[in-house]
């Protein structure tokens, strides 16, 4: 059994580790938390937020749109509320059916809707 920290999977973080993993500044995660309302770390008794894993892959997928992909962050709100929605649906149809390759044609199903919506956002 290996003891290298990066193997253990954490139930909370802190929002110094989850800088860490991120690459992300404190300061740009509680900006974060006012501008995107699926990023909403609960607090602990002693007051400091306490980030789940889901926490930390909707940081990184804002990263992504706002650092990567470059939208502005009126863009990035909407493209969660549509990947949200799409996500919601890939999840439901995988766990129904996930041998017979359903997920990856909505996968690839979600990919092409995500480039519409981006192309429409820019025209």
């Known amino acids: 059994m290996g003891t290298d920290p990066k193997q253990i999977k954490k139930l909370y ?4 580790e989850v800088s860490e993993l991120t690459g992300l500044k404190p300061y740009v995660l509680r900006y974060w938390e006012t501008e995107f309302k699926q990023l909403s770390p609960p ?5 400091n937020r306490t980030y789940r894993q889901k926490d930390i892959d909707t940081i ?5 749109l706002l650092y990567t992909r470059k939208f502005t962050i009126k863009g990035a709100k ?3 509320k549509t990947s949200e929605s ?4 890939v999840e439901s149809t995988s766990t129904i059916d996930h041998h017979n390759g359903s997920t990856e044609i909505l996968v ?4 092409e809707l995500e ?3 981006e192309f429409l ?3």
């Open 60 to 64: 990184l997928l804002i990263k992504d």
């Open 86 to 89: 799409i996500e919601e649906i």
């Open 13 to 16: 973080y802190s929002i110094g």
């Open 115 to 117: 480039s519409l919506i």
């Open 43 to 47: 607090k602990n008794r002693a007051g």
């Open 108 to 111: 690839k199903v979600k990919q």
């Open 121 to 123: 956002h820019h025209h």
């Open 78 to 80: 909407s493209q969660l």
